[in-house]
């Protein structure tokens, strides 16, 4: 592991500045996703501001009737909150799909946003790879692509983002808090929060130099049949061939966000439109621009029937 230093910042301006003033600077909460990639040399900070004494970590509701989040709410306590459980069970079932007991322990729900992909090539130094290195290709194109992004990709990358979080966060249609190094706040909503690869694919989010996640906001509640399904290699910690996300209401009407298929959650409001005229429908508008390989062209299958299980259990 590479020599960095190390400071506990004392409030959400003196971290966004400390990182903005240093390029090489990351933010550490649980750090699960970035430790294990300092240790492969991937990521290399040469310092990490520990923003766990920010007093992120509460659960609050909001004057509009929905919940704020603190971005340093562990991922168990958010799936486990009476609140989020009753009006916001598309979010809870996403979170207990993912990862192990030990790591939601440890995990925030802004570190849960902004994790890594798990592609194997960019875990691989040795692999050409323009998110880890820009400009130096891509070697999943050409490559093992079985479980690679089939929409939204680009020449330049075709990785897949792996939270689970996010996908309920997309249908939910949850707001990202910021503040910027410069002191000022922002919301992002959770649509424009993910960049698509483009030619810039180790530009992940729309977050700015030094800005940090403060809270998620999520609005108030729809009501609804939440359902988060999960299709994967084996039946637990494991990340998604292909997910979906979805609130059902009683007339057939809804949303739906799929995961596994691209470099952010994938939403498309068009395809909500379509619920009520059954998967295919949806699965259409959805994955309409799809660009598969011969290894990973089952998604689009997959995609569609995944959606025909979800509304059959919403039908009950």
């Known amino acids: 592991m590479k020599a960095f230093t190390y400071e506990r910042a004392s409030s959400v301006e ?16 649980g750090g699960t996703n970035l430790l294990d990639l300092m ?28 919940l704020r989040i603190g971005a340093l709410v562990r991922n168990t306590a958010l799936a486990a909150d009476e609140r989020v459980r009753r ?7 996403a979170l207990l799909a993912g990862a192990s007991g030990q790591l939601r322990n440890k995990a925030t729900t802004a570190g849960n946003l902004l994790q890594r992909t798990r592609c194997p090539y960019f875990y691989d130094p040795n692999q050409p790879c323009n998110k880890r290195q820009p400009g130096s290709g891509c070697s999943a194109i050409g490559g093992f692509t079985r479980q690679h992004a089939v929409i939204g990709t680009s020449d330049a990358c075709v990785a897949t983002h792996p939270s689970d979080m996010a996908i309920a966060m997309r249908a939910l249609d949850a707001v990202v808090e910021t503040v910027k190094a410069e002191g000022a706040k922002r919301s992002i909503p959770m649509a424009d929060f993910h960049r698509l690869p483009g030619d810039t694919p180790h530009i992940e989010t729309t977050l700015e130099p030094g800005e940090i996640i403060t809270a998620v906001v999520l609005p108030l509640p ?13 039946a637990s910690y494991a990340f998604a061939l292909v997910s979906v996300g979805a609130i059902i209401q009683p007339d057939g009407s809804g949303r739906v966000a799929v995961g596994g298929v691209a470099h952010k959650p994938w939403r498309i409001e068009e395809a909500d439109v379509q ?23 089952f998604k689009i299958d997959l995609v569609e029937r995944t959606l025909g299980a979800v509304i059959v259990e919403a039908r009950g």
Not at 87 to 93: K, Q
Not at 222 to 234: F, L, N, Q
């Open 14 to 29: 003196s971290a966004a500045k400390a990182a903005a003033s240093n390029p090489q600077a990351k933010f550490i909460a």
């Open 87 to 93: 009006d916001y069970g598309l979010l809870s079932r």
């Open 275 to 297: 619920l009520k005229n059954g998967a295919k429908a949806v699965a259409s508008v959805l994955m309409a621009s799809a660009r598969p390989t011969e290894q990973n062209h």
């Open 222 to 234: 729809t009501g609804g049949k939440h359902i988060y399904r999960k299709v994967r290699d084996r």
């Open 39 to 66: 240790k492969l040399e991937i990521e290399r900070p040469s310092h990490l501001i520990d923003v766990n004494g920010l007093g992120l970590d509460k659960i609050e509701p909001t004057s509009e009737g929905g």
